[in-house]
Each structure stands twice: as structure tokens, then as C-alpha cells.
């Protein structure tokens, strides 16, 4: 199993661009998350999903939007980029009952110039 | 609402000394609780977890953790340090009643000193 996936590994963007985040996952988990880190601030949550088709919004939306089409997969767009989005982005997932273990991606280093 | 809390961004100790992590707790209801772990450059490992039963719960590379109701705490504990256990430690909480979401503590950084 590979487990939580994350494509791509960095990305340099210019202000004002759009991208998107791709997390995969093979561990047939219904939730899945998306959080950034940033120094000193821990983990924030910006959006996440509890099954196929559904998202909500976490602590930190602003500025992003997510897609779940597929259970296997967590899209984490950015339309219009700012360098306050310079950050490192997580993706995770965990099963639909407790105690919601949560299983990490290895990153996305984004910096925005 | 429900917060974990992290006492001490970071925390050096001598190699072979204790490492003592402190976290605490707020909650109304019986929490899950998770340390997790971050080396450098990589994403969170989780450490060990305690979910129901025997309050003091033991993990990966040594380290272990208590459970404590009345003190609402969950600090992480390794008897003698090691130059590897260097990396940023987080504590997290979920809840056996709704909330699917993990709550994370700040993180406290880890330095171990030769």
C-alpha cells in the first residue's frame, strides 16, 4: 500500500496563478483532509470531506476550494494565488468511525511569489 | 469547544536524559487522544493513540504516554533520549461522539543536545 499520496512534492507560483493539489489515497477511507502548516501556527485545517462527493469547510478556507468526485482522491485548488498561501500543504485521511485516526501525506512545499 | 494545549513551543534535553512532553486537554465528553510525530521534511507519523482501556498506552521508538481523567492531560514520555528522537511532536484529540475532525495542539519541538 503507498498509502496518502500528494502530486506535486513543490511548486513555485507567481501571484495571481491558479494550480491544483492532488492527494490520493488507497486505503478505501470514506474522510479525507486537507491542512497547511505554517511556523509556530501547528496544523490548520482548510477544508475536508467525510465520503464521496461531499466537502466542507475547515478553520482556513479562504482563498481555496476542494473537489472528492472520487473516494480514492482530494482536490485542493487554489484559483487565484497570494504569497499569504506560501505555506505546507497536508493531505490526510481516516476511516468513518472512531477514533478517526488520521493518516498524513508527506507534503507540498508551495511558495508564492 | 474543544482545545488541546501544548505547554512549551520547544524543549531541549540532554542525549540519555527524560523527555517529558506535556499536553493537556478541554473537553465535555470522553476524547481519543494521538501524539504524533514530524522529522524534518516530512509529514506526521502518528506515535501512538489512546482510545478506551489501559490508561497508559506505549508507541513507536520508545515513548509513551498516560492518560490522566482528572489532571484532563496526556504527556508524552521517553526514559533516555536519542539523537534520532530530534524532530517536532504534536498532540491531538478527537471525540467518540460526532466531530470527525482531529484537533491539534501547537507542536512542541524537540532537541536533544550531545
Known amino acids: 500500500n503507498a498509502g496518502v499520496t500528494q502530486t506535486p512534492k513543490f511548486r513555485v507560483l507567481k501571484t495571481g496563478q491558479s494550480m491544483t493539489l492532488l492527494c490520493a489515497q488507497d486505503?478505501?477511507?470514506?474522510?479525507m483532509y486537507w491542512y497547511r502548516q505554517d511556523p509556530g501556527m501547528g496544523l490548520r485545517l482548510i477544508h475536508y470531506s467525510v465520503g464521496e462527493g461531499t466537502t466542507a469547510k475547515g478553520e482556513v478556507p479562504d482563498g481555496y476550494n476542494v473537489s472528492r468526485l472520487k473516494k480514492q482522491n482530494f482536490l485542493l485548488g487554489l484559483e487565484s494565488a497570494a504569497p499569504s498561501q506560501t505555506s505546507v500543504y497536508f493531505c490526510?485521511?481516516?476511516?468513518?468511525?472512531?477514533?478517526?485516526?488520521?493518516?498524513f501525506g508527506p507534503g507540498t512545499r508551495l511558495t508564492v511569489t | 469547544a474543544q482545545s488541546v494545549t501544548q505547554l512549551g513551543s520547544h524543549v531541549s534535553v540532554s542525549e540519555g536524559a527524560l523527555v517529558l512532553l506535556r499536553c493537556n486537554y478541554s473537553?465535555?465528553?470522553?476524547?481519543?487522544l494521538f501524539w504524533y510525530v514530524q522529522y524534518p521534511n516530512q509529514g506526521l507519523q502518528l506515535l501512538l493513540k489512546?482510545?478506551?482501556?489501559?490508561?497508559l498506552v506505549k508507541g513507536i521508538n520508545g515513548f509513551e504516554a498516560e492518560f490522566k481523567k482528572s489532571e484532563t492531560s496526556f504527556h508524552l514520555t521517553k526514559p533516555s533520549a536519542h539523537m534520532s528522537d530530534a524532530a517536532e511532536y504534536f498532540c491531538a484529540v478527537s471525540f467518540i461522539q460526532g466531530a470527525q475532525k482531529l484537533v491539534f495542539g501547537q507542536g512542541t519541538r524537540l532537541t536533544i543536545n550531545p
Open positions: 486505503m478505501n477511507h470514506e474522510y
Open positions: 473537553s465535555s465528553v470522553p476524547p481519543y
Open positions: 489512546y482510545t478506551t482501556g489501559a490508561t
Open positions: 490526510a485521511s481516516s476511516y468513518d468511525r472512531g477514533p478517526y485516526e488520521q493518516y
